[in-house]
């Protein structure tokens, strides 16, 4: 479908629904649409608050096609191609396509994508049925109308493209780039280790040099320096502020970083930055009221300046330790109190609002990343839980889907095996995909997580690998220096063939050749 205006334009104020056909001003404001090679979409209300604005495409549909969406912000396992169902919410972009990727010959093949710009300051849905296509921009504030102003705000910016003669992933990814013209990529490659999915928040600063000892060792002949990142743990309170506090196992985070440099690794470090109660029954800091959200008395409002503040001075120290990666988690859940799966058609749901009443959840989102990413200078960053769309740009990496396991071999199949397949499209477009660790324990058959580290070693994608200490036989040892012999490239290219028809696709082309795994 040629991009075009669309055929119905609906504004939800808060005093109601306003159908704009023709002529697009109303009392005190007005809807503009500017067409270039996108839609942008610009808005005024001076009068009263704004809460959604709903754009209609009448055209008609081809029959005998699926579609995917992607997901508010990580894949819960979730991910998929399904029949056209008018009443299923695709967050950010969706893709209608004909035939199947598993069949080479696509001389009959039509993808049609539909998104909005990366960055955008409104939440965005679409729907499709029979008859067209629908875009549901959220305008809101947490759940409140958003008051404007006499501000003019650019809403998003519409895309819609055709592919004919090619595989519904290459139309896609190609789609990314197009959404996403100016990711944030950094200079080096990215990899290594983790150690939350064998220590699970236990762990010392001994035991953290021992982990950096042990990759090191593992990529003694890779070409780039790995990675290793101390998650959740380090800490006084696991999962919970304070930042200027840690365990009495972790005595010195300054020179901890020193020492893991002298061994021959990249320090990362784990974050939750709003975050401020102890499993919800007292407060850390004492902070003024108003710094706290509507929806909870233990999480911060990042709408406030004073939290931005505490946000960048939580940065600089932690940068100011010699960490040149941070994982900042549980942001999406702290904003809105619910994860990604128990969202629905829009994130936010009850009657709150943030403090700063005069701008959307998309801006205030930004902002918080956009701090983030300012006071970290040259640090990379990596957003866990974060929102892709709104963090595309702003930050290096993100974690394309929940977490995957080093217990349970069905939790890795089922969130690590369908996120980097249906997410892969956005990787070095949106930013750097992470698609989650290789968890080793013992636990996990070594087949199964062989072929796991193989897949995600070779996707071009970040690796991340968190290993018990003293586990691997010496043949298992030998496939993880491969795989992060590998990892540290990342120049080969993985395409999944079947996943028009599987959640955990088993069917590749890896750099031109077929593979097939056995989840």
């Given at each position: ?15 109601g ?12 404001g ?47 396992g ?12 695709m ?32 939440l ?6 029979g ?5 549901i ?15 003019v ?5 519409v895309?819609?493209k ?15 780039q ?12 990215v990899?290594?280790?983790?150690n ?12 953290i ?10 990529c ?15 800490q ?19 020179c ?10 990249r ?12 499993e ?23 709408s406030h ?6 946000v960048?001075?939580t940065t600089r120290r ?14 999406t ?8 799966f ?27 990343y ?6 970290a ?9 974060a929102i892709?769309?709104?963090?595309a ?15 349970e ?42 072929q ?29 220096r ?14 999944p ?7 955990t696709p ?14």
């Amino acid at each position: 479908m040629k991009l075009r205006y669309p055929d119905i334009t609906t504004l939800t104020l808060a005093d109601g629904d306003l159908r704009l056909t023709g002529n697009l001003n109303f009392d005190g404001g007005y809807v503009s649409y500017e067409l270039t090679d996108g839609l942008t979409v610009r808005l005024k209300s001076e009068k009263t608050g704004v809460s959604f604005l709903t754009l209609r495409w009448n055209i008609p549909m081809r029959p005998d096609v699926k579609v995917l969406g992607d997901a508010w912000e990580r894949g819960y396992g979730d991910l998929q191609w399904l029949p056209m169902d008018s009443t299923r919410g695709m967050p950010w972009y969706m893709a209608i396509s004909n035939g199947s990727d598993r069949n080479p010959d696509t001389s009959h093949r039509l993808t049609e994508c539909f998104g909005v710009g990366v960055l955008p300051n409104a939440l965005a849905l679409w729907k499709c049925d029979g008859d067209g296509v629908t875009l549901i921009l959220d305008l809101r504030n947490g759940c409140q109308p958003t008051l404007l102003g006499d501000r003019v705000l650019d809403c998003a910016t519409v895309y819609m493209k055709e592919y004919p003669a090619c595989s519904a992933f290459s139309a896609l990814k190609d789609f990314c780039q197009v959404m996403s013209p100016s990711p944030l990529l950094v200079d080096h490659v990215v990899y290594g280790s983790n150690n939350w999915y064998y220590a699970y928040g236990v762990s010392s600063h001994e035991e953290i040099l021992a982990d950096s000892r042990f990759v090191k060792e593992m990529c003694r002949d890779a070409e780039n320096i790995p990675y290793m990142v101390i998650d959740d743990g380090w800490q006084i309170n696991n999962v919970d502020a304070p930042w200027d506090q840690t365990k009495p196992n972790f005595p010195d985070m300054k020179c901890l970083a020193k020492e893991m440099r002298e061994i021959g690794v990249r320090p990362g470090i784990w974050v939750r930055y709003l975050i401020n109660g102890i499993e919800g029954k007292r407060r850390i800091h004492i902070f003024p009221e108003e710094w706290y959200t509507q929806r909870s008395e233990f999480v911060l409002d990042p709408s406030h300046p004073g939290v931005l503040e505490y946000v960048a001075e939580t940065t600089r120290r932690l940068v100011g330790w010699g960490y040149t990666l941070i994982k900042h988690d549980y942001s999406t859940f702290d904003i809105f109190g619910r994860w990604g799966f128990e969202f629905g058609d829009f994130p936010a749901e009850g009657d709150w609002g943030f403090f700063d009443n005069t701008r959307t959840t998309a801006q205030i989102i930004k902002d918080f990343y956009q701090t983030i990413r300012d006071a970290a200078g040259d640090t990379v960053i990596i957003g866990c839980n974060a929102i892709g769309h709104l963090c595309a740009g702003i930050h290096h990496f993100n974690r394309t889907g929940d977490d995957t396991s080093g217990k349970e071999w069905d939790r890795t199949r089922k969130m690590g095996v369908n996120t980097l397949a249906f997410r892969l499209v956005q990787n070095n477009a949106f930013f750097g995909a992470d698609a989650d660790c290789v968890g080793i324990t013992g636990q996990i058959p070594w087949e199964k997580n062989a072929q796991w580290l193989k897949i995600l070693s070779r996707s071009g994608s970040c690796l991340f690998v968190s290993c018990k200490p003293g586990i691997l036989k010496e043949s298992e040892l030998a496939d993880l220096r491969e795989g992060f012999l590998a990892g540290s490239r990342q120049t080969d290219e993985l395409i999944p063939l079947d996943w028009m028809e599987s959640v955990t696709p088993t069917k590749y082309l890896l750099n031109g050749e077929t593979i097939t795994f056995t989840w």
